[in-house]
């Protein structure tokens, strides 16, 4: 170790408190960056594992591979595991009492790994004679099998029979009254367990949902399978290798299992990439922005009291590299302290704050999966690098003006305190109006200007880390919303029927029920819509392709009850009267958010005014259709109660009708002979969701003949906003982690600051300065400090706030805002902080003895 080194660590020892202070700062730096990297991975770690709880642990599914291309995919090198399914069939479940589910859906596996099958009691089965039954089925089907047990199940085609056409019916249709079920044979089956499947279950469908298994070697070459596959190396080659193994293997279909890919971080959207990899960066810039600034300042107020020390060196002959790598050497002492302790701090904060709030997560927000402290090798190995990048950055400046340092300079503290009079000149209006005292600060403040323009970076990078912070988790969270299109109901029936009296009678026991808050009667109409090119908007016309010219757009024709369509048209701002008149008039829904992969954006379909109408063909069957219009009324982007908050297909119209407008269309289909099956729906609005759907279970018995389907929406919803407030709990937390140090800055940069000015302190009372006069040029400081800080940082914050919202609109086109709750939480913490911590350290110098002081070279 050379002299120069031995003297910077003397000089270390000696101002203990100084090197204290900058070395918590770096380790509240590197605790931040390890903090943050295990917040993302841990929190990707337990949405990936939310997922394979839901939907099974695969990357890729084929679907309709002959069983002689099941090997192409099953054998290929890059695949890790592989599961083989095979439809049994459907088969007649002997003893259901749940009228609308009076089946069996046999799935076979030839192996259970990656599936999202829990095992409860049991076994899985090995072969196509053994069968594991769901729990889901014993609660809600009436049926009771034990482990052990032989069933036989008589097998068979479900169809239906419309306008003297049989369509064939899978497990994906619900129960249809007056459907067909043509035996095939018999199955015999052994249970041997009982499974947990609820993500398989589906209370809509005909079916109870069963697994068998596949022998060893049993895959049969003219059968159809479905092969899911999980890979050895996560990547976006995934896609590139699926693609080639679906063109060996014939594979009919192609799929993936987007959610669990995305949250592993691949997705083959690259517009979205570039969005993702954009925002990583941001959060990188302000986590490295923010610790550069603390370090640096730290660094800096330490050559400003080193800049003499420095200065006698050179004069005995020390070099410039000398002088720079003493600096550097600090730098390289204090990152060998701070790093492993950081790094440790972080970890350990993080893991005791997971472990803290994991079980209040499951119970509150119902997540059946753990928050685990996650520490990726990457991530562990990018913290150090991180945090040496932002040890080195921060130490550069401060070694470079190290360097610069010569002996006359450094006595005379030239680059500390510039005398000039232009420089440190204020206003006659400050005297008049603050007082002398008031001057005499600002002047300080002007005459110290390194100390001054460090103090001043290091409350405008806390401002703008903090605002910019606040708003990135507000435009996050805004992106969440999007993506997750809000159902504005909590509970559905959907009736059908051809019996419209019956149907009438149904619908109005529905909206007679104890547990509702509000209810909608919708009745809707489906047709087609070819319009000119002169009609559609830029966003049809960039996304369709016309036909001759015009553009063929679905219609979807909906009626609302008078009290909910009264209610819309008067939140919307639409004359009621004017839909409610003779013939079929109705309100566009012209503007909505258009979700496409992972993007989304504000559209509108058509170029149209009130009066103008839409023609409309309703095709009854191949031969028979009705040409009909609808007069637009007026044009919204006010989206009604039953909707869905994104549509994912531009090319589907919505107009909104009276129940006397659509009777009008529907007695012309019956004036030109086309039979009427009805479908109506209730939307309900409750605080009771599990009573409502009692209540309407109960009355569903009362028409056995009516088709009708249950929805309760309550459960999904749950989910959506417990993933919300999971993503908003990191969100704030991040917020939180960067206030923190925002605060650390600012106390750290002022009270060393105070501290550095004990002998001009000193000095001034030294000259007779009352306690009152200091303490008045001390506020009027914080005051001036305050407000320089905010004139900078404020507009600072508002274009990186811009340049953060521009860069996530590339995928979520929400309206700009700004967040001025946290605007005004950081202008008062300013004032409070600054005023807080100049009254504190200046308190804590008012007890030195005034000629002790002013003796000191060293503070």
Known sequence: MNIVNKLTLKYMKKNKSRTLVTIIGVIISVAMIAASSTIGASLMDMLQRSIIAQTGNWHSVWDEVPGSGVDKITGDPNVKKSLISHTAGIGELPGSKNSQRPYIYILEYNSFDLSAIALKEGRFPRNENELVITTQMLDTSGVTYLIGDKVTFTMGDRSIVENKVKTPLDN??????????????????????????????????????????????????????????????????????????????????????????????????????????????????????GSVSLIYNAFAISLSERSRTLGMLASVGATKRQKRNSVFFEGFVIGCISIPIGLISGYLGIGITFFIISPIMQNLFNVTVPLKLVISPYGFIGAILFSVLLLFISAWFPAKRASKITPIDAIRQTQDISIKRKAVKTSKLSRIIFGFEAELGLKNLKRNKHRYYATLFSMIISIVLFLTASAFSEFLKESFIMANAPINYDVSVSVYGEDMDKVNRYVNDLTHLDHINTSVVTESVSGTAVLNESVVSNDIKSRMEPEDGKYSLDVQIISMDDI????????????????????????????????????????????????????????????????????????????????????????????????????????????????????????????????????IEA?????????????????????????????????????????????????????????????????????????????????????????????????????????????????????????????????????????????????????????????????
């Open 172 to 289: 994906t249709f619900s129960f249809t009254k007056g459907e067909d079920f043509t035996k095939t044979g018999e199955r015999e089956y052994t249970i041997t367990g009982i499974v947990d499947a609820e993500s398989r279950e589906n209370s809509s469908r005909a079916g109870y949902v069963a697994f068998s298994g596949i022998s060893e070697n049993n895959v049969k070459n003219e059968e159809a399978y479905t092969v899911y596959a999980g890979f050895n190396k996560l990547n976006k080659k995934i896609y590139d290798i699926s693609e080639k193994l679906k063109k060996e293997s014939n594979a009919g279909k192609l799929n993936y299992n987007s959610e669990l890919l995305f949250y592993a971080g691949i997705t083959d959207d690259n517009e979205f990439n570039t969005t993702l990899t954009v925002a990583i960066g941001i959060v990188g810039s302000i986590i490295l922005l």
């Open 564 to 695: 909910s369509l009264r209610q819309y048209a008067k939140e919307a701002g639409i004359d009621e009267d004017k839909i409610k008149s003779e013939g079929m008039k109705g309100i566009l829904i012209n503007t909505f958010n258009l979700k496409e992969k992972h993007e989304f954006t504000t559209v509108s379909q058509l170029r149209i005014k009130p009066g103008d109408a839409i023609p409309l063909t309703y095709y009854y069957d191949e031969v028979k259709k009705l040409e009909s219009q609808v007069e637009i009324s007026a044009v919204t982007d006010k989206i009604p109660m039953m909707l869905y908050g994104y549509q994912e297909y531009i090319g589907n119209l919505t107009i909104l009708v009276s129940k006397q407008g659509l009777q009008s269309f529907l007695n012309q289909m019956e004036q030109s002979g086309m039979k009427l099956y009805r479908n109506l729906s209730v939307y309900y609005i409750t605080d009771k969701a599990s009573e409502l759907e009692k209540e």
């Open 699 to 859: 009355v569903k018995k009362n028409y056995p003949d009516l088709d009708s389907y249950i929805f309760n929406v309550i459960t999904q919803r749950q989910k959506q906003e417990r993933l919300s407030l999971i993503f908003s709990v990191f969100l704030y937390g991040f917020v939180i982690l960067i206030a923190t140090v925002c605060t650390a800055n600012i106390i750290n940069t002022i009270s060393t600051g105070i501290n550095m000015r004990k002998r001009e302190f000193a000095m001034l009372k030294s000259y007779g300065i009352t306690p009152a006069g200091f303490q008045k040029m001390i506020r009027y400081e914080s005051i001036f400090y305050g407000i320089k800080a905010l004139l900078y940082g404020l507009p600072a914050s508002f274009a990186v706030i811009f340049l953060v919202y521009k860069t996530l609109s590339r995928n979520f086109d929400f309206i700009f805002f700004l967040p001025w709750l946290n605007i005004i939480i950081a202008i008062v913490s300013v004032f409070l902080i600054i005023g807080f911590t100049m009254v504190y350290a200046v308190k804590k110098t008012s007890k030195d003895n005034i000629i002790d002081v002013l003796k000191n070279e060293n503070l």
